[in-house]
């Protein structure tokens, strides 16, 4: 791969071409072509580029996925993530911005990879959630972070429901340290209604549940959630021994 000789291509895209013939042989059923076919293209892409000119790539290409909702396809495939080879790369990239403690970066790394398990770092050497939270507390907090990071105090409260009204999740220390980063938040930012609303309803849901709780369980749940206005499916739970 000539890269510095391709006068009809720009490097960056050399690198959406090489991705995009990845999809293409992945989404044809020749997996282990494709990945043989990445794992090769990058490798020579990273010996090829200059270590300025990649770490350009690399800030476009996060930002298209993450602000611009660009290369969908490249997230949609398999697992939910980026092949390997390209996520190294790009998790190296943010992971070196994010101990530097830059924006959007932080914000990105979360986007990209705080969600789910990362192979490129099974010991989990960063806290993804304290990097959002860096994120948030930034200078350049931006939006999108404000919103991620009240969504991520609704993930925590949505799993803490799960079982209800059978039990808790998450501990009640865990609950109030949410709604206290929430209430901050609002305080602080612009909350979009609708994470507001979902919010609300959180709010009164944890409260109906710690009535019942402390009762005994002799209040009947639901009724206590029709009083507050809300409504409320159980979820299916299973115990095994």
């Given at each position: 791969m000539e890269i510095s000789g391709d006068k009809q291509h720009s490097t960056y895209e050399i690198w959406l071409n090489g991705l995009g013939l990845y999809l293409d042989m992945y989404e044809k059923g020749l997996k282990k072509q494709a990945n043989?076919?990445?794992?090769?293209?990058?490798?020579?892409?990273?010996?090829?580029v200059p270590k300025e000119d990649l770490r350009k790539i690399l800030w476009r290409f996060c930002h298209?996925?993450?602000?611009?909702?660009?290369?969908?396809?490249?997230?949609s495939r398999g697992n939910g993530s980026m092949p390997y080879a390209a996520g190294k790369v790009v998790w190296?990239?943010?992971?070196?911005?994010?101990?530097?403690?830059?924006?959007?970066?932080?914000r990105w790394a979360f986007q990209l990879f705080g969600k789910y398990y990362n192979p490129f770092d099974p010991q989990l050497e960063l806290d993804m959630f304290k990097v959002l939270k860096k994120a948030y507390e930034h200078k350049d907090c931006d939006q999108k972070t404000v919103d991620l990071y009240f969504?991520?105090?609704?993930?925590?409260?949505?799993?803490?429901?799960?079982?209800?009204?059978?039990g808790?999740?998450?501990t009640r220390e865990a609950y109030e340290k949410a709604i206290k980063t929430a209430e901050m938040i609002l305080a602080e930012k612009q909350v979009p209604q609708k994470l507001v609303e979902t919010y609300l309803y959180y709010c009164k849901l944890y409260q109906c549940f710690y009535?019942?709780?402390?009762?005994?369980?002799e209040k009947d749940f639901y009724q206590l959630c029709e009083k507050a206005g809300i409504k409320y499916e159980s979820k299916p739970a299973y115990y095994f021994q």
């Open positions: 043989k076919y990445i794992s090769s293209f990058i490798n020579e892409f990273e010996h090829s298209e996925i993450c602000d611009e909702d660009k290369h969908s396809q490249i997230l190296n990239y943010l992971k070196n911005q994010c101990e530097s403690e830059t924006m959007p970066h932080m969504n991520e105090i609704l993930e925590q409260l949505y799993w803490g429901a799960h079982h209800f009204p059978n808790c999740i998450i009535e019942y709780e402390e009762s005994r369980c």
